[in-house]
């Protein structure tokens, strides 16, 4: 049964954690790598992390390392972004998106989009 819903976001203090989730489930084969993306304001889309939904190998950009984490669930059926450490100018909407061609960043590799989720980090 396909299902592909993201959830999560929110406001958070800077410092503060928040958790984002993307249910994939049903996707065709081969279509085994999650990516997150996010879109600051008034800036272009950023690829920032992505998984492997068969063994959990990730990836991260600099801009995130040390403070966020990609995992996906034991059936790989769920991944998780835990975003940890939070900075202002981590405020953005974020998508998770689904692809085949492994784990890199350019959104033109992913085919499948999620809904944006917001992430607003502020005092």
């Known amino acids: 049964q396909f299902k592909f819903e993201s959830s999560g976001g929110g406001l958070v203090p800077p410092g503060g954690s928040l958790r984002l989730s993307c249910l994939v489930r049903?996707?065709?084969?081969?279509?085994?790598?999650v990516a997150w993306f996010r879109r600051p304001p008034g800036q272009a889309r950023e690829g920032i992390s992505c998984v492997s939904t068969n063994d959990g190998t990730a990836s991260y950009v600099d801009s995130i390392k040390g403070r966020f984490t990609t995992s996906r669930d034991n059936d790989g059926d769920t991944v998780y972004l835990q975003m940890n450490s939070l900075k202002p100018e981590d405020t953005a909407e974020y998508y998770c998106?689904?692809?085949?061609?492994?784990?890199?960043?350019?959104?033109?590799?992913?085919?499948?989009w999620g809904q944006g989720l917001q992430v607003t980090v502020s005092s």
């Open positions: 998106a689904v692809g085949r061609k492994g784990c890199v960043m350019t959104g033109y590799s992913y085919s499948y």
């Open positions: 049903g996707f065709p084969f081969g279509y085994d790598t």
